[in-house]
């Protein structure tokens, strides 16, 4: 199958989101960040591996009735950050938009450090500085490499 093929296949919901050059294997942290397990009756695909020109294999989600927050697209682009996400309206890709990690990202993570501000019960809304292997809690200084998705707020 050509990289072609597939965003033919990819462009036929009719309104939604499209999240496209996921690195393969991390399909199921998108649906978490987007906290969809399948209980809100969302009409989601998922791709997995599937064969790409520019990547070798990669993950695609397709989700109906969705379009994604900025907040959102902030944590997408710490585990996905080549990944494209396309809006899509009435069956036309509107918005294409290839992801950039942001230099902070507020209210979508938790702290790991039970002693932080943000975990006292406090009205605080977390907030992460990205960091090259990364992010870093702005309050207390913690560091959460790996597993971010452990850490989502949602
Ligand atoms: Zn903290």
């Not at 989101?17 to 199921?28: N, P, R, W, Y």
């Not at 397709?62 to 710490?78: I, N, P, Q, T, Y």
Request: proline letters at 4%.
């Amino acid at each position: 199958m050509t990289e072609k093929d597939t965003e033919l296949r990819v462009s036929k919901i009719r309104d939604g989101t499209v999240i496209d050059h996921v690195s393969a294997g991390e399909a199921l942290h998108v649906l978490a960040i987007l906290g969809i397990d399948g209980s809100g009756g969302e009409s989601v695909s998922v791709g997995m591996n599937v064969p790409s020109e520019t990547m070798g294999h990669k993950d695609i989600v397709k989700v109906e009735g969705r379009e994604m927050s900025e907040a959102e697209l902030d944590v997408l682009s710490l585990i996905a950050p080549d990944a494209t996400v396309n809006i899509v309206r009435d069956y036309e890709v509107a918005e294409k938009t290839q992801i950039e990690p942001p230099e902070q990202v507020t209210g979508l993570l938790t702290c790991p450090n039970r002693h932080c501000i943000t975990n006292a019960g406090e009205p605080v809304a977390t907030r992460f500085d990205v960091i090259d292997d990364g992010v870093r809690c702005a309050y207390c200084e913690t560091i959460v490499r790996e597993d971010i998705t452990d850490h989502l707020a949602v």
